[in-house]
Nanobody
Framework: QVQLVESGGGLVQSGGSLRLSCAASGSIFRTNAMGWYRQAPGKERELVARITGGGITDYADSVKGRFTISRDNAKRTVYLEMNSLKPEDTAAYYC???????????????WGQGTQVTVSS
């Protein structure tokens, strides 16, 4: 069984910073792309940032220059450093991972349970 466990959310003032972490555990052969999505009340879930197994990154335009995604492959952990936070960044943030559980397995998508980020003005 695969689990993605997130941590690091919370309440912060506008202009502040937070760092999210997401660790994958369980029976995993290889972790491919990992990423962060967010969903605000009444809105669809959207991509925030993602990073391939080789370290290539991609960001939503709204967070470019403020957020940085990174990963530690040995720890199967992905991080999201969020700086210059704005009230519009308020949302539940979800970790996502594309991984193979065993040799020869097909790639599957897994989600974390979500962590709340609230930015006050």
């Amino acid at each position: 069984q695969v689990q993605l466990v997130e941590s690091g959310g919370g309440l912060v003032q506008s202009g502040g910073s937070l760092r999210l972490s997401c660790a994958a555990s369980g029976s995993i052969f290889r972790t491919n792309a990992m990423g962060w999505y967010r969903q605000a009340p009444g809105k669809e879930r959207e991509l925030v940032a993602r990073i391939t197994g080789g370290g290539i990154t991609d960001y939503a335009d709204s967070v470019k220059g403020r957020f940085t995604i990174s990963r530690d492959n040995a720890k199967r952990t992905v991080y999201l450093e969020m700086n210059s936070l704005k009230p519009e960044d308020t949302a539940a943030y979800y970790c996502n991972a594309l991984l193979l559980r065993v040799v020869g397995d097909s790639e599957n998508t897994y989600w974390g349970q979500g962590t709340q980020v609230t930015v006050s003005s």
